[in-house]
Structure formats: structure tokens, C-alpha cells
């Protein structure tokens, strides 16, 4: 894929808009990214491209660089473990049918789990709806900002501690391809694959060398290790694995907005590994300054 100049400037390559669990719409998200000065930003919603336009009008208006990615939903047994895409085709029909049925598996998820939750809280499923908007990809996040506006929990973060943790009972699965079937969706939809956030459990609880050369061999990109909820013994880890793979690294924030403490753009990822996404990527265009 042809493309005019080299972005200057690391990008926050993990951020998401009300599209799914972000509090701003995809151009507010995208003009707070001009003003805090950052190069440019990927809009990684979850399992969903629905915000790209207006990201694209606001990316173009500002003058930066925007990456048109998802964050694809995926499931190793019972852990959840997330693919970045960037630069998919949008109308592949294998990942538009994919990204549907996670869709609705999120949502008969959520309404499982407010049904549950509703036996010893106050809360309904219109609470839910109202915490987000039109076409949004529902999930935990919105249950979450439910049961503060119900003032049951001060914050977001509180009600992940408490009641949507996995030991209050509340949890419930929901339906996500493995990640092998994750990269390769991505890979056929001319998209860049990362592994999402690959060091947020315990300590020493990284991806097996055995796994990682899986998905290596079905077209992983990178990790993204620089991310803030990464443990840093885990990094180190991670780092090593990446050598030893020839994987990209990438740096983010996973910036939610409000319903996050990360900051955006606090990691960023350099221009040479911006630009290798790029020159690999024949999914879609972004949009480059100039």
C-alpha cells in the first residue's frame, strides 16, 4: 500500500470511543488526541468499525494521522484475550459475520449478568441502555456505569472490584473465537494483528512460547507490551519473547476516556513500527497528514 510520507511522532495505537466502552464520541476522541499534541491515534473500538468515518472527517480536520483498527474479542479456554486488527477491510464478510455474533454474544452476556445482578441490586436493563449509545457494542463497561448512576458503586473501577467481579457470582460467558481464528480473520481481512495487552494477569503469567509460535505462524504482528496495566515483570518477559519471535512492540494507553484511569497517549508507539503496519497492511486506508 503506496503511502506519501512517514508519520512523525509515536501514536497511541489502543484507544476507544462510545462506539463500544469510551466515554467520547470517535471525533471528540479524536480532536482530545490533536490537543494533547500526539501524532496521531488508532480507534480500536471492540469487535466494531462503526466509528471509523467520523473518526476519519475529525483526523483529517486536525491534521494527524488516524489508524482505523478494532479490538477483536477472543477466548483461550476461559480467559479472555483480545487481538488488535488495524487496517482491516470493513465489508470482509468472514469478520463482519464474526464481529455480529460477538456483538450479540456480549449483549445476551450482559443481559445475563443485569438479570443476576438485579435479584439483590436495583438495576434493569433499560439502566444499561441508557449508559450508552445508539448501535453501541454493549457490554460490562455499561452494566458498570449503570450501577453508579443506581449509586451503588461510586466509580467504574469500584464496580469491577465489587460486584462485576468474577468471585461475586455475577459473571457470565459470552461467545469469542479462539485467537488463532482471531488473527487469521484479521490477517485475510488485509488487517495487521497485535496482541492485545498480554501481561495484565498475575506475574508471570505470559502466553507459552508453544502458543505464541501458533499464532506467529498464522500472521501475529506484535504484543503490545508497553501498555499501563501490564505487570512489569511481565514485560520483561514479553520483550524477550519478542525477540525471540520477531515481533513488533507496541506502546498504548487503551484509553477509555472517563471509564478509565489510563491517560491518552501516556504510551505511544514509534513511527518505524507505525510505519511496518502500513507497508504490511492492504485492508484500508488511514489517513496520513498532508
Known amino acids: 500500500m503506496p503511502r506519501r510520507d512517514r508519520p ?104 445475563a449478568i443485569v438479570e443476576a445482578i438485579a435479584h439483590d441490586y436495583a438495576l434493569t436493563w433499560d439502566d444499561v441502555l441508557e449508559q450508552a449509545t445508539e448501535g453501541a457494542t454493549i457490554g460490562r463497561p455499561h452494566i458498570a456505569d449503570a450501577l453508579v448512576a443506581r449509586g451503588h458503586v461510586p466509580t467504574r473501577s469500584d464496580a469491577f472490584a465489587g460486584i462485576l467481579h468474577w468471585r461475586s457470582g455475577y459473571a457470565r460467558p459470552h461467545y469469542a473465537p479462539d485467537p488463532l481464528t482471531g488473527v487469521r480473520l484479521i490477517r485475510a481481512a488485509g488487517g495487521v494483528p497485535v496482541l492485545a495487552h498480554p501481561g495484565t494477569r498475575g506475574d508471570g503469567d505470559v502466553i507459552a512460547p508453544k502458543r505464541l509460535r501458533q499464532l506467529v505462524d498464522a500472521g501475529l504482528f506484535g504484543l503490545e507490551i508497553d501498555h499501563p496495566e501490564n505487570h512489569e515483570p511481565n514485560k520483561r518477559a514479553l520483550r524477550e519473547l519478542a525477540a525471540r519471535f520477531d515481533l513488533a512492540i507496541t506502546g498504548s494507553s487503551d484509553y477509555h476516556g472517563t471509564g478509565k484511569a489510563n491517560r491518552l497517549g501516556e504510551h505511544l508507539t514509534s513511527p518505524e513500527v507505525v510505519e511496518r503496519i502500513l507497508d504490511e497492511a492492504t485492508g484500508t486506508e488511514p489517513v496520513l497528514p498532508g
Not at 509515536?10 to 482530545?32: F, R
Not at 469487535?47 to 471509523?52: C, K, L, N, Q, V
Not at 487481538?83 to 443481559?111: C, F, K, M, Q, S
Open 8 to 111: 512523525a511522532g509515536g501514536i497511541d495505537l489502543h484507544t476507544h470511543s462510545s462506539v463500544s466502552d469510551g466515554t467520547q464520541e470517535p471525533a471528540e476522541l479524536v480532536a482530545e488526541a490533536a490537543l494533547a499534541g500526539l501524532a496521531g491515534i488508532a480507534l480500536t473500538d471492540h469487535d466494531s468499525t462503526a466509528g471509523w468515518d467520523a473518526a476519519r472527517d475529525a483526523a483529517r480536520a486536525h491534521g494527524i494521522v488516524l489508524l482505523p483498527g478494532m479490538e477483536l474479542s477472543t477466548r483461550e479456554q476461559f480467559a479472555s484475550v483480545h487481538v488488535l486488527g488495524y487496517l482491516v477491510d470493513p465489508r470482509n464478510e468472514a469478520l463482519v459475520a464474526e464481529t455480529a455474533r460477538i456483538r450479540e454474544g456480549r449483549r445476551t452476556r450482559a443481559e
